[in-house]
């Protein structure tokens, strides 16, 4: 069995050559629509077909077939595209959408064809919705009505949060600490100034009390 990962480029892209790279045992190319980069394709072939998603008939629930996901190879593809993005990213705003791979499941013979009952699935990250209320909404937009808005500081939370998704903990509290750096420490930075510049924030004092006494102390 051939199995194809294709992860779509988040920004149209213009690279003048390219070709097959080896890739984990497998090969990367290029895939290009009238000289525009659109997305890269990760192909391993003389695969496993126990790799391919099966279906089978549900007893409970609305849908009428189950399927299971049994790919052990998109999850080491997603992170080493992941990481590529890292590097390439320190000097150009270009990425993949890595949260998005399309795998396609392909015979390589016909009676391998036949055995595969799913051809192709998408991996897309689990999203629950988001209980906002109303009155933050509206508050956030008369803030921006005539405040400054906290570009910055908004950057370092969203990326704190995204990484503790992703259970990165190291990568979530490096930016959760420059966040309390750049809100509460006055412009310290050394090691001494910004712990007395903490220490002197109340508001930071009390909040950090509340959180240890909500695990029960540390």
């Avoid at 629930?61 to 052990?72: E, L, N, P, S, Y």
């Avoid at 392909?106 to 036949?114: A, K, L, M, Q, Y």
């Avoid at 090691?191 to 540390?218: N, T």
């Amino acid at each position: 069995m051939r199995i194809r990962y294709v992860v779509a480029f988040t920004r149209e892209v213009i690279i003048d050559d390219h070709w097959s790279v080896p890739f984990q045992g497998g090969t990367y190319r290029v895939i290009e629509d009238k000289g525009v980069a659109k997305a890269l394709e990760v192909t391993f072939s003389k695969q496993p077909l126990d790799l391919a998603p099966s279906m089978s008939q549900a007893f409970q629930g609305h849908a009428k077939f189950d399927i299971a996901v049994r790919d052990t190879r998109v999850d080491p593809v997603q992170q080493q595209l992941k990481d590529a993005m890292s590097f390439l990213q320190c000097y150009f705003e270009a990425g993949l959408a890595t949260d998005e791979i399309e795998a396609f499941y392909e015979g390589e013979s016909p009676e391998e064809e036949e055995l595969i009952s799913v051809k192709s699935m998408q991996k897309s990250p689990a999203t629950v919705p988001l209980p906002l209320r109303f009155d933050l909404l509206t508050r956030a937009l008369m803030a921006a009505e005539d405040s400054i808005p906290p570009r910055f500081e908004a950057t370092l939370a969203s990326s704190a949060r995204t990484a503790m998704a992703a259970q990165q903990f190291i990568d979530s509290f490096r930016y959760a600490f420059l966040l309390m750096e750049s809100v509460y420490g006055r412009g310290q930075f050394r090691s001494e100034a910004l712990k007395s510049a903490f220490k002197g924030d109340a508001r930071l004092m009390e909040m950090v009390s509340a959180a240890i006494s909500g695990h029960g102390g540390a």
